[in-house]
């Protein structure tokens, strides 16, 4: 006699990343290839993530509410 399943869906139950308490979303923009490889050609000279890059040019800063 086959053992039943004690779950349903797809996965195993309990399966999956565990939180971590940090809270991220993503975006995305779009733009033409020569735009984005300067993008991300000025981020690496300035030793940034594009993201980081990014939030400095808007003047945005981390917030942390630790």
């Known amino acids: 006699m086959a053992e039943e399943k004690k779950y349903s869906g797809y996965g195993y139950h309990g399966g999956g990343r565990k939180a971590t308490g940090?809270?991220?979303?993503?975006?995305?923009?779009?733009?033409?290839?020569?735009?984005?490889?300067?993008?991300?050609?000025?981020?690496?000279?300035?030793?940034?993530t594009v993201s980081a890059y990014i939030f400095q040019l808007a003047n945005i800063t981390k917030n942390d509410n630790k």
């Open 22 to 48: 940090i809270k991220r979303v993503s975006t995305c923009i779009s733009g033409q290839p020569e735009q984005i490889e300067q993008l991300k050609q000025q981020a690496a000279a300035a030793n940034m």
